[in-house]
């Protein structure tokens, strides 16, 4: 059974601060997610992570996969109050079907 | 519409009553997912719908659940028999093609008393 474990899951860090957050996969996939979701509101997409080695930034955000570690990064450069929400890694299975983290609530403090 | 469509966005019922919970796809996506979010059990797969195949149901928690699709497009999450432990908010998704990134709807906050 694939499992998705996030780390760490709440992350509270000063304005200008840099942080990471980990996604461990228990077995393999070709591409990973990342979402963000704001309190109350649906999830809005981020990344999408293709390959060994693919990288992708965003603004501040910058994601990274490893198919062989089986580990993914999201790591926020400089954070901004913006910033804060819940941030998902998702894994694809077989038909497409998502399996998500546990999900890392960020609280951004001026 | 621009974005996926579900409906109602809130639903209050009582223990043991039905719901139906309604999701429209962004149009020509073919692929259509249904998950659930909970405080206990965070983000879970439900059921999966591509085209004219035979839906990936390995989701579903028990058999008082069940969805269906209609004409490829609007689809139809049905709980039976309600219990409180269905409290969750319902997340609608799709995409062009299986695999593909997946759109999600603003979801349908179910709450069971």
């Known amino acids: 059974e694939l499992k998705v474990e996030q780390n760490p899951l709440f992350l509270s860090m000063q304005e200008g601060k840099n942080y990471t957050i980990y996604c461990n996969y228990s077995?393999?996939?070709?591409?990973l997610y990342w979402y963000r979701q704001d309190p109350g509101k649906s999830l809005e997409s981020l990344f999408v992570?293709?390959?060994?080695?693919a990288v992708k930034q965003e603004g501040r955000l910058m994601a990274s996969l490893d198919t062989k570690a089986r580990l993914s990064t999201l790591h926020i450069t400089a954070a901004v109050h913006d910033l804060s929400a819940t941030y998902f890694c998702a894994v694809v299975r077989n038909t497409g079907k998502l399996i998500f983290g546990q999900g890392t609530t960020l609280q951004v403090k001026p | 519409g621009a974005g996926v469509s579900q409906s109602p966005s809130n639903k209050v019922t009582e223990k043991g009553k039905d719901v139906e919970l309604r999701c429209d796809p962004i149009s020509g996506h073919t692929a259509l997912y249904w998950y659930r979010q909970s405080l206990g059990q965070g983000l879970e797969f439900l059921i999966y719908?591509?085209?004219?195949?035979?839906?990936?149901k390995s989701g579903l928690p028990s058999d008082r659940f069940s969805a269906e699709r209609t004409g490829g497009s609007v689809s139809t999450l049905t709980i039976q028999r309600t219990q409180q432990e269905d409290s969750a908010v319902y997340l609608c998704a799709s995409s062009f093609h299986g695999g593909q990134p997946q759109h999600f709807g603003d979801g349908t906050r179910l709450s069971i008393l």
């Open positions: 719908f591509q085209g004219n195949s035979a839906p990936d």
């Open positions: 992570l293709l390959s060994n080695g």
């Open positions: 077995t393999t996939s070709d591409r």
